[in-house]
């Protein structure tokens, strides 16, 4: 009697599981979970805002100065990213063109001149103002002026050379000193030059011409940069760290997030075989998918803290006109299985699109992709709807705020679609830099007129390709931010794996991962959700800095807790003011305020 008794208990507990499976596998368990992807709005923080920044004396904040040609088109590209590295620092500066110079006022923290010194009237006016201890960048040097060269620590300039690579002499960019790379990720066209005695020098080529340099005169400094780079949107880092190396005591604001996408994520799985995947596992795509690749995925995330968007593609149809088919069965369960698990595992969800087919009316590509046209933004908004109806039946509670473009291209039809379809989704991820050629919808970290967040990606895949951790370094160095996205199936695809196994591109990307982890461990782990938020308190926040020879006072409003910032200096910290200083590399510190007024004394 006893043994029928446990065989029935057995039987009961065998059924309940399959239930709860069922259940699970339905999505109807899922239903019950109300996990509406709600994380610390700012709105949620008291608006703070110091109590003394109006009783100080508007002299006493610091400002800088950029002079500029805009005769120069390479001066023009270089003034406009110093403008923006400026906007991204939160420093004040007043920008006026070189024939206008008359005198210059001692009382700029730095002049940055982005002009040809062959145009620059009133050098002697410059002298003048570093002999009594201002701070120059020159950033766009050319000059054959002997006297002038002589000054900038030059002992023989010689002729015009086109060079690659880069090797930095000192950590110009955080945690990188001794880095060098061969390629012509980075490419200049520069004097030859011989330097003098009394020149540091920061940066060279790979070929050891002298790159950037500063060099102390009477009671200032003059900063050299011997290139063009600086005309490239990613190479601001090389400004924010050569600007930090310039002045005593430097500091600056920083969003602080490390952010990871999954494109296409969840979506259809490929039936059937890959030739190499069955090789080194004998699975099917869809079994390597499921028992290697994403355990594979969540273990490095464990490791090196990474929490990630995917963004959902709901068929890979090529259907642009209404009405929208509903994924298959197979999809909807992949959407159960790997969203469970990617919000178990402090992740997102986000929206790739109904299909793989970019928001552009015809002639918009100019790259032969094999896209489909779209006619209006009707047909967008239908489609945005269908993927909407499709995961809500899942997550029915969930608010998707992530829109990544397909391939990264978005037409404001598009954009204006995605508003109107999908109210919850008010975040655009595309991409910061654009490769050349490039149709990309390209952005800057900032809040547009319609109030959609933009959060761009930087860099992208899993192998390391020469050069890609220059665009790493770069931006964390003036952003404090770490951006990067990967495919499922970028192991299936020859170009992109670029012949390598899921194995040797599991290593290369957790090499990659770790290397954030190991020089970078102060960024904070975030969703595209969680970084959009901090990027709005972050943008919104206005900071004045009032600095003397031993300490730092940093007076914000529109504050809402915490802000971040990095501060280079030399000296002894002796003690901190309603802030958390840690050193990050040598005389390189992360500071870390709840407050709208805190101190660093020295």
Same mark, same amino acid.
């Given at each position: 009697?006893?043994?029928?008794?446990?065989?029935?208990?057995?039987?009961?507990?065998?059924?309940?599981?399959?239930?709860?499976?069922?259940?699970?596998?339905s999505?109807?368990?899922?239903?019950?979970?109300?996990?509406?992807?709600?994380?610390?709005?700012?709105?949620?923080?008291?608006l703070?805002?110091s109590?003394?920044?109006?009783?100080?004396?508007?002299?006493?904040?610091?400002?800088?100065?950029i002079?500029? !040609?805009?005769?120069?088109?390479?001066?023009?590209?270089?003034?406009?990213?110093?403008?923006?590295?400026?906007?991204?620092?939160?420093?004040?500066?007043?920008?006026?063109?070189?024939?206008?110079?008359?005198?210059?006022?001692?009382?700029?923290?730095?002049?940055?001149?982005?002009?040809d010194?062959?145009?620059?009237?009133?050098?002697?006016? %410059?002298?003048?103002?570093?002999?009594?201890?201002?701070?120059a960048?020159?950033?766009?040097?050319?000059?054959? !002026?002997?006297?002038?060269?002589?000054?900038?620590?030059?002992?023989?300039?010689?002729?015009?050379?086109?060079?690659?690579?880069i090797?930095?002499?000192?950590?110009?960019?955080?945690?990188?000193?001794g880095?060098?790379?061969?390629?012509?990720?980075?490419?200049?066209?520069?004097?030859?030059v011989?330097?003098?005695?009394?020149?540091?020098v920061?940066?060279?080529?790979?070929?050891?011409?002298?790159?950037?340099?500063d060099?102390?005169y009477?009671?200032?400094?003059?900063?050299?940069?011997?290139?063009?780079? %600086?005309?490239g949107?990613?190479?601001?880092?090389? %400004?924010?760290?050569?600007?930090?190396?310039?002045v005593?005591?430097?500091?600056?604001?920083?969003?602080?997030?490390?952010?990871?996408?999954?494109?296409?994520?969840?979506?259809?799985?490929?039936s059937?075989?890959?030739?190499?995947?069955?090789?080194?596992?004998?699975?099917?795509?869809?079994?390597?998918?499921?028992?290697?690749?994403?355990?594979?995925?969540?273990?490095?995330?464990?490791?090196y803290?990474?929490?990630?968007?995917?963004?959902?593609?709901?068929?890979?149809?090529?259907?642009?006109?209404?009405?929208?088919?509903?994924?298959?069965?197979?999809?909807?369960?992949?959407?159960?299985?790997?969203?469970?698990?990617?919000?178990?595992?402090?992740?997102?969800?986000?929206?790739?699109?109904?299909?793989?087919?970019?928001?552009?009316?015809?002639?918009?590509?100019? /790259?032969?992709?094999?896209?489909?046209?779209?006619?209006?933004?009707?047909?967008?908004?239908?489609?945005?709807?269908?993927i909407?109806?499709?995961s809500?039946?899942?997550?029915p509670?969930?608010?998707?705020?992530?829109?990544?473009?397909?391939?990264?291209?978005?037409?404001?039809m598009?954009r204006?679609a995605?508003?109107e379809?999908?109210?919850?989704?008010?975040? %655009?991820?595309?991409?910061?830099?654009a490769g050349?050629?490039? !149709?990309?919808?390209?952005?800057e970290?900032?809040?547009?007129?319609?109030?959609?967040?933009?959060?761009?990606?930087?860099?992208?895949?899993?192998?390391?390709?020469?050069? /890609?951790?220059w665009?790493?370094?770069?931006?964390?160095?003036l952003?404090?931010?770490?951006?990067?996205?990967?495919?499922?199936d970028?192991?299936?695809?020859?170009?992109?794996?670029?012949?390598?196994?899921?194995?040797?591109?599991k290593?290369?990307?957790? /090499?990659?991962?770790?290397?954030?982890?190991d020089?970078?461990?102060?960024?904070?782990?975030?969703?595209?959700?969680?970084?959009?938020?901090e990027?709005?308190?972050?943008?919104?926040?206005?900071?004045?800095?009032?600095?003397?020879?031993? /300490?730092?006072?940093?007076?914000?409003?529109?504050?809402?807790?915490?802000?971040y910032?990095?501060l280079?200096t030399?000296?002894?910290?002796k003690?901190?003011?309603?802030?958390?200083?840690?050193e990050?590399?040598?005389?390189?510190?992360?500071?870390?305020t709840?407050?709208p007024e805190?101190?660093?004394?020295?």
């Amino acid at each position: 009697m006893k043994n029928k008794t446990v065989i029935y208990i057995i039987i009961i507990l065998i059924g309940i599981m399959g239930i709860a499976y069922g259940g699970m596998h339905s999505g109807y368990v899922l239903k019950l979970i109300k996990n509406v992807n709600e994380y610390n709005k700012i709105e949620n923080y008291g608006l703070l805002n110091s109590q003394h920044i109006n009783d100080i004396e508007k002299e006493l904040f610091e400002k800088h100065l950029i002079i500029y !040609d805009k005769n120069s088109i390479g001066g023009e590209l270089v003034k406009d990213n110093v403008i923006k590295t400026y906007e991204y620092m939160k420093k004040d500066y007043d920008l006026i063109e070189v024939k206008d110079v008359k005198t210059i006022n001692q009382s700029y923290e730095t002049i940055v001149v982005t002009s040809d010194m062959e145009t620059f009237s009133s050098f002697e006016d %410059l002298e003048r103002y570093v002999a009594d201890g201002g701070h120059a960048f020159i950033v766009y040097h050319t000059t054959t !002026d002997g006297f002038i060269n002589t000054i900038f620590g030059i002992e023989e300039a010689g002729k015009t050379v086109e060079s690659n690579g880069i090797l930095l002499k000192d950590n110009l960019l955080i945690k990188n000193d001794g880095y060098k790379l061969n390629n012509n990720a980075i490419t200049n066209s520069m004097r030859d030059v011989t330097l003098s005695k009394g020149t540091t020098v920061y940066a060279e080529t790979a070929d050891s011409i002298p790159l950037l340099w500063d060099i102390d005169y009477k009671k200032g400094k003059f900063m050299i940069f011997n290139g063009t780079c %600086l005309e490239g949107k990613e190479n601001r880092g090389i %400004l924010a760290g050569a600007l930090g190396l310039l002045v005593e005591d430097y500091i600056y604001p920083i969003l602080n997030a490390k952010i990871c996408y999954i494109d296409d994520f969840p979506s259809p799985i490929p039936s059937g075989f890959n030739e190499n995947i069955y090789r080194d596992y004998g699975l099917t795509i869809e079994e390597f998918y499921k028992r290697v690749w994403w355990p594979d995925i969540l273990k490095g995330a464990k490791l090196y803290d990474v929490k990630y968007t995917g963004v959902i593609i709901e068929t890979y149809n090529d259907d642009v006109t209404p009405p929208f088919d509903s994924g298959s069965y197979d999809t909807k369960d992949n959407l159960i299985m790997y969203g469970r698990e990617l919000l178990k595992n402090n992740g997102e969800l986000g929206f790739h699109g109904y299909n793989h087919q970019s928001f552009a009316p015809e002639g918009f590509i100019k /790259e032969d992709l094999g896209y489909n046209s779209w006619e209006s933004t009707e047909d967008m908004k239908e489609a945005l709807k269908e993927i909407n109806r499709f995961s809500k039946e899942v997550f029915p509670y969930y608010n998707f705020k992530v829109y990544v473009p397909p391939s990264n291209i978005l037409h404001p039809m598009g954009r204006a679609a995605i508003k109107e379809a999908v109210p919850s989704m008010n975040i %655009l991820a595309s991409l910061y830099l654009a490769g050349e050629g490039s !149709d990309a919808y390209v952005q800057e970290f900032e809040i547009a007129k319609d109030q959609i967040i933009e959060l761009p990606r930087i860099t992208y895949d899993y192998i390391n390709e020469e050069g /890609e951790d220059w665009f790493i370094y770069t931006t964390i160095n003036l952003l404090g931010v770490f951006s990067h996205f990967i495919h499922p199936d970028d192991i299936l695809d020859p170009k992109r794996n670029m012949g390598y196994s899921w194995e040797e591109m599991k290593e290369q990307y957790n /090499e990659m991962l770790k290397d954030i982890k190991d020089k970078y461990g102060w960024l904070r782990s975030m969703t595209a959700s969680q970084a959009a938020e901090e990027l709005k308190k972050y943008l919104q926040c206005d900071v004045k800095f009032v600095k003397n020879e031993d /300490e730092i006072y940093g007076f914000m409003t529109n504050f809402r807790k915490d802000m971040y910032f990095i501060l280079r200096t030399e000296k002894e910290i002796k003690k901190t003011i309603s802030c958390t200083v840690i050193e990050i590399d040598k005389d390189v510190y992360l500071v870390h305020t709840k407050e709208p007024e805190f101190a660093v004394k020295f």
